[in-house]
Nanobody, 116 residues
Framework: QVRLVESGGGLVQSGGSLRLSCTASGSISNINAMGWYREAPGKERELVAVIRRGGTTHIQDSVKDRFTISRDGATNTVVLQMDKLKPEDTAVYYC??????????WGQGTQVTVSS
């Protein structure tokens, strides 16, 4: 079992920045990848960024020039740095982890609201 605890959401003006953190605990040795998804009102949940065990990353095209994902192995924390935020980035952001058995774990979600 893996537990994910998120922090860092909030309200920010357009053009501002936010930093989301997700700390994993439990059976973390089997984690293959960790990432962030978001779900806006009336839309499907979508992948924002993922970082894999070996350190490779994938970031959604619509945000790749504004968001970065990184990992701190010492604290089992994945960070999503979001810069130049736009109103269309408003969503609930969820941390997700996948283990080597393809089991998925989700955080509780954190609200990001970008005002115009």
């Amino acid at each position: 079992q893996v537990r994910l605890v998120e922090s860092g959401g909030g309200l920010v003006q357009s053009g501002g920045s936010l930093r989301l953190s997700c700390t994993a605990s439990g059976s973390i040795s089997n984690i293959n990848a960790m990432g962030w998804y978001r779900e806006a009102p009336g839309k499907e949940r979508e992948l924002v960024a993922v970082i894999r065990r070996g350190g490779t990353t994938h970031i959604q095209d619509s945000v790749k020039d504004r968001f970065t994902i990184s990992r701190d192995g010492a604290t089992n924390t994945v960070v999503l740095q979001m810069d130049k935020l736009k109103p269309e980035d408003t969503a609930v952001y969820y941390c997700q982890a996948e283990n080597v058995y393809a089991q998925e774990y989700w955080g509780q979600g954190t609200q990001v609201t970008v005002s115009s």
